[in-house]
């Protein structure tokens, strides 16, 4: 009887703490908010980083210029290179998506932050090249083979690019010739104005 008595206080004090627990969680918010605005304001996060659009891209002409803030020479480089890493990874989504000159735009702005960022000539030669831009990519791609790199296809895209140059170079030529004995070749001018296109600096 003693010990039918005893399992039976023991259930029924499993029982009030499971109802007691269950009646707490009830109780307890299901999300709770952190109050952030102190932080705010006491923190400059505007100068930071630079304002992003709707998009995922860098807004034209907002934000904080950073030359203006008072700060060491060394945190105004690192936030001049942080911004330019931000041009560079919207201008790679661009690219992706086929916006070519809307890649080239934010290129142009990261090298105006960061001239010694091997990925804005990397990447830009490598749209001027799909472009048939050829001497606009070999120029983006001279200077990306001359800031420190470990890409190891740089140097041979310069090669075949080159060589495609040269080619180039030596049929304008033929087709000059060809246009000075024979003028009324429409083909031999069409393919030499795209040829003189894609040679332009």
């Not at 980083?49 to 034209?60: D, F, H, K, Q, T």
């Not at 020479?73 to 690219?95: F, G, H, P, Q």
Request: hydrophobic letters at 35%.
């Amino acid at each position: 009887m003693n010990d039918k008595l005893l399992t039976t206080i023991k259930v029924l004090a499993i029982v009030g703490v499971l109802m007691a627990l269950a009646y707490r969680v009830g109780k307890v918010p299901l999300s709770t908010t952190i109050d952030f605005s102190t932080m705010r304001r006491n923190l400059n996060t505007m100068s930071a980083r630079p304002p992003v659009s709707g998009e995922g891209g860098l807004a034209e002409g907002e934000g904080v210029d950073i030359d203006s803030i008072e700060m060491s020479e060394e945190r105004r480089k690192e936030l001049k290179r942080t911004r330019a890493r931000t041009y560079v990874e919207s201008a790679i989504n661009d690219y992706y998506q086929g916006s070519y000159e809307e890649a080239l735009r934010r290129l142009d702005r990261a090298r105006v932050y960061d001239p010694s960022n091997y990925n804005v000539f990397k990447l830009s030669g490598q749209i001027f090249f799909e472009k048939s831009k050829f001497r606009k990519a070999f120029n983006d791609w001279e200077r990306a083979n001359q800031l420190p790199n470990d890409d190891n296809t740089i140097s041979r895209d310069l090669d075949i690019l080159k060589r495609l140059i040269r080619y180039s170079r030596t049929e304008i030529d033929r087709l000059h010739r060809l246009i000075n004995k024979q003028p009324s070749d429409m083909i031999a001018k069409a393919r030499l104005k795209e040829l003189e296109e894609q040679m332009r600096e």
